[in-house]
């Protein structure tokens, strides 16, 4: 990858229950064993209820540093919503941030309830690449679906991470991190979820 911001600032956003959580503890963790230092900080919000829920990472080589990323120096946005995505950007994006989105949408309970009118998904784009320096787009849901897994969408956007060569992580390392959180039978099937994600933006 080319050089890094230190701290290097991720976002790691979704919806309650889609597994952002999960991603960001195994981030953590494979990027430790290399020697960086890191620190998380979760915002869970009203998760258990299907509400807006996110992680920020900020990634050093130096030092520890607080777990509260400013506003407008996100560098890197990786996101089970695009919704979300559009939310931490409008928050704290800057010229510079590069965006992954699934593509699925999750509908909040005031649209589910016809209180409120979800954006159009093409509009949302238009408005994410507008926003950022780079983006990719992925049905990350679709795509563990084919897997026979929809939760292993999670896994399918790390892949992608790790393939748009925005992180200091091989996709060696994450395979390795994949075996020791994942027992069995989910351990294959999160592989194949992180080389699915992996190959949809290597190629490109």
Known sequence: MK???DPLNLFICGIGGQGNILISRLIGRALSKKGYFVTVGETFGSAQRGGAVFSGLRISKRKYYGPLI???QGHIILSLEPLETLRILNAYGNADIVTLSNTKSQYPIGVLSKRSVYPDL????AAIQRLSKSSWFLNATDMAMELGSP???NIVMLGA?????SMPLS???????VKDTFP???????LRALKKGFQETRSK
């Open 70 to 72: 400013p506003e407008g």
């Open 161 to 165: 991470l790790i393939g748009s060569n």
């Open 184 to 190: 069995g039978s989910k351990s294959d099937l999160n």
């Open 122 to 125: 093409e509009k949302l784009k």
């Open 151 to 153: 939760i292993s969408a």
């Open 3 to 5: 050089s890094q911001p």
């Open 171 to 177: 996709i060696e390392q994450v395979e390795e991190e």
